[in-house]
């Protein structure tokens, strides 16, 4: 496993030494964590799908995280990443991606994909992955650290810009992940879903606890049904007003 083990990566923190951390790796042994997360966290919680399962098995989730958050990174909790955002708890992002259903060879929009983790699943699942991220700082982190692991058999691009806007460049998709909690979900990123297409969220109003939904665009209208509760921070962009029907 010592490819799997994290090195000296630059930028927001992520891989770069701090007092103690070194020693703290050596100690760790990474691939009994992520053997924990996924025995432990995803198989109880109704995660079946083995794509899903080797995918979490394999992928070094701690080289998605600040150097000072590896010891977290496979707790059963949202790992911070800075700028008020988090890397989904292993359990939820797992529940996430098997709601999501996804099809080798999918065309994929993963919307706040933070620095990098959700994508490189989807596409170690086999997805084409259009991943957006409006901050430059967690981009330039997962542009890094996903140049050294493996996304085979699927791939990623990385583009940057308002998160609620979508990417109409790269439109239809066959699914929208958005990978963080919103309290609505514009027609915006709906109108980019291709006929049949999929889209799979966390909505929360306020006062109400949050929501996975799973939604599909079926004769040019999109309408979406919830699946299980869940919760997470806000992702940044989406103002409350836009329509949105369950």
């Excluded at 109880?44 to 989730?61: E, G, H, Q, W, Y």
């Excluded at 085979?152 to 460049?169: K, N, S």
Aim: aromatic share 4%; proline share 9%; glycine share 12%.
């Amino acid at each position: 496993m010592a490819g799997l083990l994290p090195g000296p990566i630059s930028g927001a923190r992520v891989g770069v030494s701090v007092p103690g951390e070194t020693e703290g790796r050596q100690a760790m042994d990474f691939a009994a964590a992520r053997k924990w997360m996924v025995d432990g966290q995803l198989r109880p919680n109704k995660v079946t799908d083995p794509r899903i399962l080797s995918a979490m098995l394999d992928l070094p989730r701690h080289r998605f995280v600040p150097a000072d958050m590896v010891a977290r990174a496979y707790a059963d909790e949202d790992t911070p990443l800075g700028e008020g955002r988090v890397l989904l708890q292993p359990m939820m992002i797992a529940r996430l991606l098997q709601l999501a259903e996804l099809r080798t060879g999918d065309s994929v929009l993963l919307v706040g994909a933070g620095t990098g983790y959700g994508a490189a699943a989807l596409a170690r699942m086999g997805g084409r992955v259009t991943a957006l991220e409006s901050s430059p700082t967690l981009s330039a982190v997962a542009r890094e650290v996903m140049g050294e692991v493996s996304l085979a058999p699927g791939h990623v691009q990385w583009v940057e810009g308002p998160l609620a806007a979508g990417h109409p460049a790269g439109a239809p998709y066959d699914l929208i992940m958005i990978q963080g909690e919103v309290p609505t979900i514009p027609p915006a990123l709906t109108e980019q879903l291709a006929e049949g297409g999929r889209l799979v969220a966390i909505r929360r109003l306020p006062g109400q606890v949050g929501i996975a939904v799973i939604g599909r665009r079926v004769g040019g209208v999109f309408s979406a049904v919830p699946a299980f509760d869940c919760g997470t921070v806000p992702l940044p962009g989406f103002a409350p007003d836009s329509a949105f029907t369950l």
